[in-house]
């Protein structure tokens, strides 16, 4: 291990593996779900370094899940002409999104 010295003290020369790209919104969800509900696993995974990679591979699995459910329930309840009403094509679209939203939720985040 190495030293630096500040003034009178020396300090360890510690570094954290940080992720090289910004976690996105699912990747950050989970953190907070374990600092808050599971600060045990949290801490230990920080401490590891494991953190961060898990984190960046369940951001891409639960973007990857959602993408697939919303062709799934697209495929199972077609929306309708988006030309003619448009208004009913967002409204159709945005209930599918968050009915997948909250099944990667529920599966992947706050389990």
Same mark, same amino acid.
């Given at each position: 291990? =190495?030293?630096?010295?500040?003034?009178?003290?020396?300090?360890?020369?510690? =570094?954290?593996?940080?992720?090289?790209?910004?976690?996105?919104?699912?990747?950050?969800?989970?953190?907070?779900?374990?600092?808050?509900?599971?600060?045990?696993?949290?801490? &230990?995974?920080?401490?590891?370094?494991?953190?961060?990679? &898990?984190?960046?591979?369940?951001?891409?699995?639960?973007?990857?899940?959602?993408?697939?459910?919303?062709?799934?329930?697209?495929?199972?309840?077609?929306?309708?002409?988006?030309?003619?009403?448009?208004?009913?094509?967002?409204?159709?679209?945005?209930?599918?999104?968050?009915?997948?939203?909250?099944?990667?939720? =529920?599966?992947?985040?706050?389990?």
């Amino acid at each position: 291990m =190495t030293y630096s010295t500040v003034g009178d003290y020396q300090f360890p020369n510690l =570094t954290l593996n940080q992720p090289r790209k910004p976690l996105g919104k699912y990747g950050r969800l989970r953190r907070t779900y374990l600092k808050d509900h599971r600060p045990v696993l949290y801490n &230990t995974m920080l401490l590891s370094g494991s953190l961060y990679p &898990t984190l960046s591979e369940l951001e891409q699995t639960a973007v990857a899940m959602k993408e697939q459910m919303m062709t799934e329930l697209l495929a199972k309840n077609p929306a309708p002409d988006k030309e003619q009403n448009q208004m009913a094509w967002v409204q159709h679209m945005n209930s599918l999104k968050a009915q997948a939203e909250e099944l990667v939720l =529920t599966e992947l985040i706050y389990s």
